[in-house]
């Protein structure tokens, strides 16, 4: 495939923006460049943070929204009409019954600006899609769309070559972990220990990054075999880890105890959050195969060997 237009593999999600600097106004410019590979493309929105969204949720709307309607406009005009969207679990809001299955309803009870621009991205797409099927021959279309709605993804490559190296302070969890973990950081704060799961805090399905990486292959092997359609899949592990869990696992990972303190609840955080991927099993071959261990052993891996990141 090729990958030089948009969205090509990267480190945490294996997946990274080229126009990273300001994702919307570079894939307007690169309308005037050459055509991209009617390959499937895969899309990951840019802006991916929970927290940080429900402070700068006009940053989320225009680089995750804007973006993506740039790149569809630009897919359908050079005839690349299969695409792989990494969705997300939290346009599922807030779910009493779990797991969480395909059918569950979206949209309602959202907590956050990233979460809804992902429930808007996902609609947008069924829309574009049904947009073409408008003809007579309903049939005519030959879009083919993958929605992946996966869950908190950890780990680093198994070489420890490539990992998540976030600018700043991180926003997501298990990143943060890590620092504290190297001696960058000097305490994790767990956002409230109030929540109704076994320990208090937040319960969430956390899958391996290679595993994910594999996800999204195995999609775009499927949408080959496919004339059109959308289809939605949901990437997990089918089990749910509490925040005090994944500090533990970590850990043991690295080998020392990590530093942690309660503190309140974050703003746009749900109690527990975890797949069904039994769908994603029958109809793409695909489940996680890595589990805690090897997650938080090979983000050890990468952050010990880069205790600052990537550095110039």
Not at 20 to 26: A, G, L
Not at 105 to 134: C, H, Q, W
């Amino acid at each position: 495939m090729n990958h030089n237009y948009f969205v090509a593999f990267n480190v945490i999600h294996l997946f990274v923006i080229l126009f990273k600097h300001h994702p919307y106004q570079n894939l307007k410019r690169a309308s005037s460049s050459s055509p991209p590979s009617r390959d499937a493309k895969t899309k990951k929105t840019k802006q991916q943070a929970v927290g940080e969204s429900a402070r700068m949720p006009l940053k989320y709307y225009e680089n995750n929204l804007g973006g993506t309607f740039v790149l569809l406009r630009l897919l359908d005009e050079f005839d690349c009409h299969s695409i792989c969207f990494s969705s997300s679990a939290t346009v599922y809001g807030s779910v009493e019954i779990m797991p969480i299955t395909e059918n569950v309803p979206v949209g309602a009870g959202i907590t956050n600006a990233y979460g809804r621009t992902k429930y808007m991205l996902e609609e947008v797409l069924r829309d574009f899609y049904n947009s073409k099927t408008l003809d007579e021959d309903k049939t005519k279309t030959d879009w083919t769309v993958a929605i992946l709605r996966y869950f908190n993804p950890v780990g680093a490559h198994i070489s420890g070559e490539i990992g998540e190296n976030p600018n700043g302070i991180p926003n997501n969890l298990m990143p943060y972990v890590s620092q504290v973990a190297v001696g960058r950081r000097e305490f994790l704060t767990v956002f409230g220990n109030d929540y109704d799961t076994p320990d208090g805090t937040g319960v969430r399905d956390y899958i391996h990054v290679m595993d994910l990486a594999q996800g999204h292959l195995d999609a775009i092997a499927y949408l080959d075999k496919k004339d059109r359609g959308v289809f939605t899949f949901n990437l997990g592990t089918g089990v749910g880890y509490s925040v005090l869990d994944m500090v533990k696992a970590m850990a043991k990972a690295c080998g020392h105890e990590i530093k942690y303190k309660i503190g309140p609840r974050r703003v746009g955080d749900i109690a527990t959050c975890y797949a069904d991927p039994a769908f994603a099993r029958t109809e793409l071959g695909w489940e996680a195969k890595l589990g805690l261990d090897e997650m938080c052993r090979d983000l050890w891996t990468w952050q010990s060997k880069n205790p600052n990141g990537f550095e110039d």
